[in-house]
Nanobody
């Protein structure tokens, strides 16, 4: 099994940017599809993005499309999420997640949003406020 540790959360002004990082250990990193979720107080957990084991295929929620970008570096056992034009309503705990799969995009399996993610980090807090 894999252990996940997030970092990079911070207080940022509206319109600002942040880069979240997640480092994995304990198993072969490129056996895993990786994802980011977020949960705001009193709200349901929301999947934000995900990326295939080799970084070739990725998906982002409609609410963040064009502003957030997920990426990974298998040599560093790390996944990242670049977040631009942040809005106050995006204040939340952000979680790194993993599921053991060698999924990449196919016509019959177009998205990594369909997975049930098995492994979770403890989260990193992002606060968007002036």
């Amino acid at each position: 099994q894999v252990q996940l540790v997030e970092s990079g959360g911070a207080l940022v002004q509206p319109g600002g940017s942040l880069r979240l990082s997640c480092t994995a250990s304990g198993d072969t990193f490129d056996d895993y599809v990786m994802g980011w979720f977020r949960q705001a107080p009193g709200e349901e957990r929301e999947q934000v993005s995900c990326i295939s084991w080799n970084g070739v295929s990725a998906a982002h929620a409609d609410s963040v499309h064009g502003r957030f970008t997920i990426s990974r570096d298998n040599a560093k056992n790390a996944v990242y999420m670049e977040m631009d034009s942040l809005e106050p309503e995006e204040t939340a705990m952000y979680y790194c997640t993993a599921v053991k799969s060698r999924w990449t995009y196919t016509y019959s399996s177009p998205s990594c949003f369909r997975f049930t993610y098995t492994y979770w980090g403890h989260g990193t807090q992002v606060t968007v406020s002036s």
